[in-house]
C-alpha cells in the first residue's frame, strides 16, 4: 500500500490580476461596445462620473436672475425670432430608430382577421406562423406541430388540418411565405403571379416539374425535354430571377430601423502626402472620478475610528475600481494607437490609394514583432475593429493576408492572387464557365505557383459559387 505524506512542490503558472483581466476585456470592445461599457460603469460605480465636453462647459454659466415685471411685460418678439437654428453644416446626422414596429408574425396575425376562421382554426393557424422562421419557412413537419398544439394548447388536430391551415397562412402576403422548401417557396410565389405571358408559363413549369435539372442548371437538357429556343428558355430564367429566395425578407416594416451600421475605431486622413490617424472616441464618454469621495475618504481618514469601517472600506474599493478602469481605458487608447500606427507604416503605399494590390504579406506576428506586444494581444485589437479612410471603412482583418511567391522569387499578397481570379472569373464565357482546374493553370502562366485546392479555398472566400453554378444560357 502507498504511503500517504505531505510534500512539497514548487511549480510556476501565469496568473492574471483582476486589472490585467479588465484590459483584455476592453481591448477585445469595438468603439460601439466600448461606449455601452463606460455607460455601464458609470451607472454601477457612483465615483465615476462623465465628464463634460467643452460645449457642456461653456453652457455651465449662472443664470440670470429675472424680475417678476419682465414676465409680466408684453412679448412683442417678431415671428421669425422665436425659431432658431441650431444645426451647423458640421453637425453629423443621425438617424433616429422609432420603437413600436411589427413584426412579420404579427403582420401575418393581422391578415388572418380577414379571413373566416372560428376561434379553434384561428388558434392553429396563429400557432403555425409563430413556428415560422425569420426568413419565412416552416421548418417544422406536421406531425411535430400536432403533438405541440396538443401538448401546450390541449387542442387536439389532425395532419390534414394542419394542412389546410398551413395552406391559408401560404395566402397571405408577403408571397411565399409559409412554405417548407425553396421550389414550394417559389411555386407559391409564382402561383400568386397572373400567367399573362409565355415566359411566365414556361418559368411555372420549369420550377414546378423541373426543379432538379434548373438547380443543377442543366440548361441543355431542359432546353431539349422542354423543346424551347434559348431566347424563351433565357426569358424563363429572368422571371424566375425575380421570384425571392426567402419571402420573409420581402417584408419591411417602415417603423423599424434596421440598416446595419459601422462606427469606425480608427479615422484615417490622407492630405499632400501626409497621415493623419486617430483614435474615434467622439462616442465615447470622458470618465473622472468624483471628487467629492476622495475628500470624503480623506475626512474618514482623519477621523480615524470614529468613521464606520464598512462605509469607508466600500468607498476606498469604488474609488480603486474607478483609477482601475480609467488606467485600463487608457492603456487601451495606448494600444490601439501603438498597434494601427505600425500597421499603418507596414501598409503605406495601400493606405495611399486604397489599391489592394499594393498589400504586403502580413501576419499578427509581424506587428507583435515591430510593436513588442504578444500576438495574441494584436489578435484582439485587430478582432472586430474598423478604420474609415478616404476611400473607405475596412475592417482590420482585411490587413492580414498570407505570402505567395512568385517566378522570380518576390512574395505576393494573397490579395493579389483573388483580384486576378476575380477578374478572370468576370471575363469568362458564362456559356463555358472556367474550372478550377483552368483557373489554376492561369495563374501558374502567370508566374503563380498556386494548387487547385487553394484556389477552391480562394474561389469560396470571394463567395464565387463553382463553375457548374456560374453557367448561363
Known amino acids: ?135 419565412g419557412y416552416l421548418r417544422r413537419d406536421m406531425l411535430s406541430l400536432s403533438d405541440d398544439l396538443a401538448f401546450t394548447l390541449g387542442i387536439e388536430v389532425s395532419e390534414q388540418e394542419l394542412e389546410e391551415l398551413l395552406s391559408v397562412v401560404q395566402e397571405l402576403e408577403p408571397a411565399g411565405i409559409g412554405a417548407r422548401n425553396l421550389q414550394e417557396c417559389l411555386v407559391l410565389q409564382m402561383g400568386q403571379m397572373p400567367m399573362d405571358s409565355s415566359a411566365r408559363r414556361l418559368a411555372f413549369k420549369i420550377i414546378n416539374t423541373y426543379f432538379e435539372e434548373f438547380s443543377k442548371k442543366h440548361y441543355e437538357k431542359l432546353i431539349a425535354r422542354l423543346g424551347v429556343s434559348e431566347d424563351e428558355f433565357r426569358d424563363a430564367i429572368a422571371e424566375i430571377k425575380r421570384l425571392s429566395p426567402k419571402p420573409g425578407n420581402l417584408y419591411v416594416d417602415a417603423a423599424s430601423d434596421t440598416i446595419p451600421y459601422i462606427i469606425p475605431d480608427f479615422l484615417l486622413d490622407y492630405n499632400d502626402g501626409e497621415f493623419d490617424l ?85 501576419i499578427l506576428k509581424d506587428i507583435a514583432d515591430r510593436t513588442g506586444l504578444d500576438v495574441s494581444t494584436i489578435s484582439r485589437v485587430v478582432n472586430s475593429k474598423y478604420v474609415q479612410t478616404h476611400f473607405g471603412i475596412l475592417s482590420l482583418k482585411q490587413l492580414f493576408s498570407e505570402a505567395m511567391q512568385t517566378d522570380d522569387g518576390t512574395e505576393v499578397s494573397s490579395y493579389e492572387i483573388k483580384q486576378i481570379l476575380e477578374e478572370c472569373i468576370e471575363a469568362e464565357d458564362k456559356r463555358k464557365p472556367l474550372t478550377d482546374e483552368t483557373l489554376m493553370e492561369i495563374l501558374n502562366d502567370k508566374g503563380y505557383h498556386i494548387a487547385r485546392r487553394t484556389v477552391a479555398k480562394y474561389r469560396e472566400m470571394l463567395g464565387i459559387p463553382v463553375a457548374r453554378l456560374r453557367k448561363q444560357i
Open 1 to 135: 500500500m502507498a504511503n500517504i505524506g505531505q510534500f512539497q512542490q514548487q511549480r510556476q503558472s501565469t496568473i492574471l490580476s483582476p486589472q490585467q483581466i479588465q484590459m483584455i476585456k476592453l481591448l477585445e470592445l469595438p468603439a460601439v461596445q466600448l461606449e455601452q461599457r463606460v455607460k455601464q460603469e458609470i451607472e454601477e460605480n457612483p465615483v465615476l462620473e462623465d465628464e463634460p465636453t467643452l460645449e457642456e462647459r461653456d453652457e455651465e454659466v449662472e443664470p440670470k436672475e429675472i424680475s417678476v415685471e419682465e414676465y409680466l411685460k408684453e412679448d412683442d418678439t417678431p415671428q421669425y425670432k422665436l425659431r432658431t437654428n441650431n444645426y451647423s453644416k458640421d453637425d453629423v446626422q443621425r438617424s433616429v430608430p422609432i420603437a413600436g414596429g411589427r413584426s412579420l408574425q404579427e403582420f401575418l396575425v393581422g391578415q388572418l382577421g380577414f379571413r373566416d376562421l372560428d376561434k379553434r382554426r384561428r388558434t392553429i393557424a396563429e400557432y403555425i406562423i409563430g413556428s415560422l422562421d425569420e426568413d
Open 278 to 362: 486617430t483614435l474615434n472616441n467622439s462616442s465615447i464618454p470622458e470618465v473622472k472620478v468624483n471628487k467629492r469621495y476622495v475628500e470624503m475618504i480623506r475626512e474618514m481618514a482623519r477621523e480615524g475610528g470614529n468613521t464606520d469601517r464598512e462605509a469607508m472600506q466600500f468607498v476606498k474599493s469604488k474609488l480603486d475600481s474607478a483609477k482601475w478602469f480609467i488606467s485600463a481605458i487608457k492603456q487601451r487608447h495606448d494600444t490601439l494607437m501603438r498597434t494601427m500606427t505600425e500597421m499603418l507604416d507596414y501598409q503605406r503605399e495601400y493606405f495611399k490609394d486604397g489599391d489592394k494590390s499594393k498589400l504586403r504579406p502580413m
